[in-house]
């Protein structure tokens, strides 16, 4: 829903959090980037408290698990406590396809919205092209015949653009004769899946960037040596692309409150959450930082735990986990989900158990939010405070989508009630030190529910690979749907007595992490029957741009 509201100058906002005019590069009156030497100036401040809004299973439609975080940091404000709210970047690709945008709705959105779910600041545009340009210099490497000279059947990356676009899954380059190039099978991929969207969300400074790049296995040699993105000299021309990307993103929310949109990691194939550097920067400016990890706590919130808290010392204080009536209804086996229908929310209870039970497996306190949509029953929402009740899980109602930041004062108090209560204590969920498979074994198990994980011969021979190449010890990101807890997306609820399988294993070595592919995953979505770009238009009269949702 597309809601005018006036905006403050951005320099206001962010004097909210003790940042100057000296301290911004601003992208006109509304949005702005912070300068990377704020950090420096502010990094022996102590931690505010983290709190991470992840999700039960999703549906298509998503929970609000965006809208809960926007409008909770609006809430906050209200109480008088200095807060930052941290979420992703939207994909253009997602935006014009069956999803639409990702800044919130209702009374809890980031603005300027058209803007943000657009070319906003340019970071993805700078990431497409850095990336576009190692494969570039990768081909004219290949051309020129230098060395290491390149086994053309052992190319690791693709080509990306931010969207969504079917017949680039698969093609064939260099045709055209001599001056075409060599001719070889490639692919594109959406820019939020590749290792250098993954490394721009990771990288803490200019020189942590310019290591990860340099990291990044391109191809093997012809003589069966790895071939780094170093090796091919693109290192520095990649980060001079990306230099000011990396710099955070400040925005406001509906009641002109501080922002963070920096990061575009997808959650389903890559790590899915917020910039770290954003993360770190908004701990020391604020009091209380609210992070959104993408899709559920199998996905979104492991991952969290499990990469960048690892890489940048990060300790979650509590896990926020959104729910909706409507997606217990459809875990419960509604055909419907838009109709009351309380017993199969009560079957569906299952599947938020679960994602109960994933927090907790980290140390991290539990509160569940009810994101209240109309057509939610008193009898239905009061069905599931009581289960939590039952259960000591602290639980609120949240009406911040019709309400804005008066509608999150009972979710703030929860948590702040929770963080005060419980201590965190939280660990990551494996050792880096153990063997690829049991590790990905103990995400099948303790986060899916599954009783083994299935390892295919070509996931099996990349293990082997990864082993023999010295990787083995880095943590795990799995790329595995987010609606469902198995690797099908068609099996709702909490699934039993199932298996995950493993596809391939891959190495993102710049962005440091394993990647393993579960199921029948692609790293380029393809638009939908009636996608959302058909309702996206431009007023020919005042230049406004409609449709965006």
Known sequence: ????????????????????????????????????????????????KLIVITAITPTKAGEGKTTTAIGLSEAMWRLNLKNIVVVRQPSMGVTFGIKGGATGGGKAQILPMEEINLHFTGDTHAITIAHHLMNAMLDNHIYRGKEPQIDIHNIFIKRVQDMEDRPLRNIVIGLGGKEGGIPRETGFEITTACETAAIHALACDYGDLKERLGNILVALSKDGKLVKASDIKCVGCMAAVMRDSLKPNIVQTMEGTPAFVHGIPFANVAHGSPSLISIKMALKLADYVIVEAGFGSDLGFEKFCNIPCRIGGLKPDVGVIVVSIRALREHGGAKDHEKPNLEAVKKGMENLEKHVENVRKFGVPAVVAINKFEGDTTEEIEYVIDWCKARNVPVAVSEVYAKGGEGGIELANTILE????????????????????????????????????????????????????????????????????????????????????????????????????????????????????????????????????
């Open 1 to 48: 829903m597309q809601v005018k509201t006036p905006l403050k100058p951005i320099t206001e906002v962010a004097a909210k959090i003790g940042l100057t005019r000296e301290d911004l590069e601003l992208y006109g009156d509304y949005k702005a980037k912070v300068k990377l030497t704020v950090y420096n100036r502010v990094k022996e401040n102590p931690d505010g």
């Open 418 to 549: 929770t963080i005060n209560r419980e201590k965190s204590q939280f660990k990551p969920l494996y050792e880096l030190n153990l063997p690829i498979e049991e590790k990905i074994r103990i995400i099948a198990r303790e986060m899916y529910g599954a009783d083994d994980v299935i390892f295919t011969d070509e996931a099996k021979t990349s293990i082997r690979r990864i082993n023999r190449w010295g990787y083995s010890n880095l943590p795990i990101n799995m790329a595995k749907t987010p609606l469902s807890l198995t690797d099908n997306p068609k099996i709702l609820g909490r699934p039993r007595g199932f298996k995950i399988t493993v596809t391939d294993v891959k190495v993102f070595a710049g962005a440091g992490f394993l990647v393993a592919y579960c199921g029948e995953i692609s790293t380029l979505p393809a638009l939908p029957s009636e996608p959302a770009a058909e309702n996206i238009d431009l007023d020919p009269e005042t230049g406004e741009i409609i449709g965006v949702r």
